[in-house]
């Protein structure tokens, strides 16, 4: 995979050693269809990128139509030559200097690993989605932050990610594939009519976990066995770690193992709205492991024995009366029967 923060912070130190009254600088990072370059403004060090669009057509409505925010500019440019180059038109995506130029390539990253990936599909298409998906980011980032709960919530999904990742080592990483948590479903993990739901709960307080409506625990011939994974986390500041850098060691190991997915990883984050290090402070310790097959018999309340009129009814669970349901960890990681 392109590495754009690598390539920007090459592109700028070369600049830098180099004697020369240019003020602006390109240079190719993708040789194949589409061509790609970067670009850095040496004065203001903005950032840019040029994907070649001469194969297709775009009129005016369509490059109007980008999705845009503040902090970013997006527009067309033809070059009767630009290196060895001759009659091409690039769109061209820049940074507003006083935007985060760290978020900038990540959003750049993001296009350039779509592109890549999805080489087959029309370049609009792949361009116009991902700019979608950030601008969707920044409609949801702007006042919220994911409470303390839902960043242990979160953590404990991605404690399950890593901890499959390890059983399977030898495995294609198919877990990102599964996790239908960031897409609101209603159970976080869902393969072969088999669900795996996470929670996550403070290990000091009662031995019980929420259950957020009456159909989170029903079975269905969609999902015919339902597992339970308990995680116990505690949350302080120097033991544990943090959701960031499960993040950042999912990330390492989706991409040598299967890039694509590695990407897909990435637009689910997207969903939740974490992108960013601001989730680097709470370090989070999982005390213990506890796994349950929520069976028809298991505690719990279902749409069909609710009396008729009663819905949305959220409710707890003492695990400490569901001992005979209990089952090994490890039966949980295949997601079958």
Known sequence: MINIAEKFKLLIEHSKNEKSDEIYRLEPI??????????????NLQRRIYIDITSESWDEDQLKSFPRWRGIDIDQEYFPQIGPLKEKNFI???QVVEDSEEIFERIL???VDHILIEENYPLYTVIYEVLDRWHNFFKRKRNTKLTIEEEMGLFGELYYINRWLEFFPQKPPIIIKDWKGPLKNR?????????VEIKTVPPKIRN???ISNEKQLELNPVIDTLFLYVLKVDINETTGQSLWNMIEMIEDQLIGRAPSLAVKFKDLLLEIGVMSEEYDNNLFFVQEELAYNAVEEFPKLISNNLPIGITNVSYSIDLSHCKRFEVSVEDIFNLKK
Do not use: A, R, T, Y
Not at 30 to 43: A, E, R, S, V, W
Not at 187 to 195: K, P, R, W
């Open 30 to 43: 993708h040789f194949q269809k589409p061509i790609i370059f970067i670009g850095i403004d040496l004065i």
């Open 92 to 94: 061209v995506i820049s």
């Open 109 to 111: 990253q993001n296009l």
């Open 187 to 195: 159970i976080d993990f869902v393969s072969n009519n088999c669900g």
């Open 208 to 210: 019980e976990i929420k």
